[in-house]
């Protein structure tokens, strides 16, 4: 079977620019644009499961410390969970004094109303109205013509003016998005952008957001820069107006096409952190900071701890960041090849600390965004990480996470070189609990425990042995895993926990496996727990990984012993 003949299937959904002299392939990006995350609107509605209030709330948290200072919260009039999350973050005071929270709203009168009702005791807020002004939308989806779509966005626009002036406590920000602008004939999409503005009455002290998005990718990215330049040159109120862009991946361009937009004229560009969005994502904005970052340009956002990054998104989506992102993918800076692990051994030896970066095969030091270099210059570590993960698997139902397989083949490896021999699956188990199982007892030692409830919290009281000594502890949390931290009292935060069955039936045993990292340090380490209880192989997985801490002087014994005391 081969692909259908495209010719008579598809055809050019954009219209072409004339721009003969375009000028931004001559252009450099020299400066960060305004970021707009939508991780918590555009990324929340394209998982399985979208957020529940504590999801969002620590999203929303992980968001302002990263940087930005424009974030899009939500649809309060499609969601009562967004309604009830925008209230929450209004009426607790969680938006700090420089953040605009963002609500996405369609251009429908009773919709908007109940926007307003949503923000209502904001400081300042961005109010985002959309549709769509594409002949596809006008002939298919809206049944308009062009001056019918155009009316759409004039209404709404009028609507957004006169609930914001019952507000005028609030500081507003109106953006308006002509939804598939990429798609959509320039003339008309600026005969519609540029009513706005004038309802709006867009000018430098009180500037208008016009959102250009490719909401459907569909042309290169030298044709959407071409679009935006356009529009740069040709919008009414220039100077009163902040042209964003909005790029979605369905040509897996949306990075590019961002790019190139920015130096075409692109003030503001929105995204997620990792690129979540709808059908195939939208663009990648940890992507085009870090890009800007290894060209000298500084970003204005905080990646220095990607891996907590990463921990966040992944338990507040439910979607694994993929292993060969461009920066936080957990194999990105480790080389499989020989020669590659060569050139880089190789490099090391002439990379002075305060040179510029310039490295085979390294774009971007490490260290810059919390890693080290321990899964990049081991040379040949990577040679049996596969096997020893598919004998875990196959033989023990353990599957290790990426950057704990990396760690232990290391561990593995040696002890294949040291003795020349194969390493069987029995010996790969061995060695493991040795390394992560048994330090339970190194430091800190558990000698029992009992949990209880109270008002929906749970309660942890043990006896801890710590180098001789024992100590009664007492914590609580929402669970036992905070419960614990909590009891012992260190400046400690879970990174990743996963919990799985040991063989099965009678003889089952429950494994956990935890990562913790200290606090302020960006060092971490894994620490695993296996008991016929899961609650007894947690306790014993963060003791195993709190003793691993203490042994590499992550943790002082100072710090040991004035928490137990």
């Not at 209230?87 to 700090?96: D, V």
């Not at 998005?213 to 919008?235: F, K, L």
């Not at 039936?505 to 913790?516: P, R």
Request: overall charge negative; glycine content about 6%; charged content about 25%.
């Amino acid at each position: 079977m081969m692909l259908a003949d495209p010719s008579k299937k598809y055809r050019r959904m954009y219209q072409r620019v004339d721009l003969p002299d375009r000028q931004w392939p001559n252009k450099e990006i020299t400066q960060a644009p305004i970021w707009m995350s939508t991780d918590l609107r555009d990324g929340n509605q394209a998982i399985f499961e979208p957020m529940d209030m504590e999801q969002k709330f620590k999203m929303f948290q992980m968001l302002v410390k990263i940087g930005f200072k424009h974030i899009e919260i939500g649809f309060p009039s499609a969601s009562q969970i967004d309604f009830d999350f925008t209230r929450k973050l209004i009426e607790e005071g969680h938006i700090p004094d420089d953040v605009y929270i963002e609500v996405l709203v369609q251009a429908r009168d009773h919709l908007i109303q109940r926007t307003f009702e949503s923000l209502q005791g904001a400081k300042r807020a961005i109010v985002h109205i959309y549709n769509s002004n594409s002949p596809t939308f006008r002939q298919k989806v809206l049944n308009v013509d062009v001056a019918g779509a155009k009316q759409l966005a004039i209404n709404a626009a009028e609507k957004v003016k006169e609930y914001a002036a019952k507000q005028p406590e609030t500081e507003w920000v109106f953006q308006y998005s002509p939804e598939c602008f990429s798609a959509t004939e320039l003339e008309v999409a600026k005969d519609v952008c540029d009513a706005v503005t004038e309802i709006w009455d867009a000018r430098p002290e009180q500037k208008v957001i016009l959102n250009l998005p490719a909401t459907v990718e569909v042309s290169t990215p030298n044709v959407y820069a071409d679009q935006i330049e356009w529009m740069h040159r040709n919008i009414q109120r220039r100077d009163g107006v902040i042209i964003s862009v909005h790029c979605h991946n369905d040509r897996g361009c949306g990075i590019a096409a961002s790019e190139l937009a920015i130096m075409a004229g692109a003030d503001r560009v929105e995204g997620c952190v990792f690129g979540n969005g709808e059908r195939t994502g939208n663009v990648d904005v940890a992507a085009i900071a870090l890009n800007m970052y290894t060209q000298g340009v500084a970003p204005n956002l905080d990646f220095s701890n990607i891996n907590e990054v990463i921990a966040t998104v992944e338990e507040c989506t439910g979607l694994p960041v993929h292993p060969r992102h461009p920066y936080a993918g957990d194999l990105v800076f480790t080389a499989f090849s020989g020669s590659h692990q060569d050139a880089i051994k190789k490099g090391f030896e002439y990379q002075k600390n305060e040179e510029i970066w310039d490295m085979p095969y390294l774009p971007i030091d490490p260290k810059d965004l919390g890693r080290d270099y321990d899964a990049v210059i081991r040379v040949n570590s990577q040679s049996g990480k596969g096997g020893i993960a598919y004998l875990l698997e196959a033989n023990y139902n353990v599957v290790l996470p990426r950057r704990l397989q990396i760690e232990f083949s290391q561990v593995v490896q040696q002890v294949a070189d040291d003795e020349g021999v194969e390493v069987s699956a029995q010996q790969i188990w061995g060695l493991f609990k040795d390394k992560y199982v048994s330090t339970k007892d190194a430091h800190y030692s558990a000698k029992n425990y009992r949990l209880s409830d109270d008002n929906g919290n749970q309660v942890i009281e043990l006896d801890i042995e710590l180098d001789g000594e024992i100590q009664h502890l007492r914590g609580e949390g929402n669970g036992p895993i905070s419960a614990m931290l909590n009891a012992l009292q260190l400046p400690i935060d879970v990174l990743n926990y996963e919990e799985r069955s040991i063989s099965s039936g009678a003889h089952a045993k429950a494994l956990a496996l935890i990562e913790i990292q200290v606090k302020g340090t960006g060092k971490s380490a894994f620490g695993a727990g296996v008991h016929d209880n899961i609650v007894t192989a947690s306790i014993e997985a963060i003791l195993a990984c709190t003793n691993r801490l203490i042994e590499q002087g992550v943790l002082s014994t100072e710090q040991v012993i004035a928490a137990a005391v």
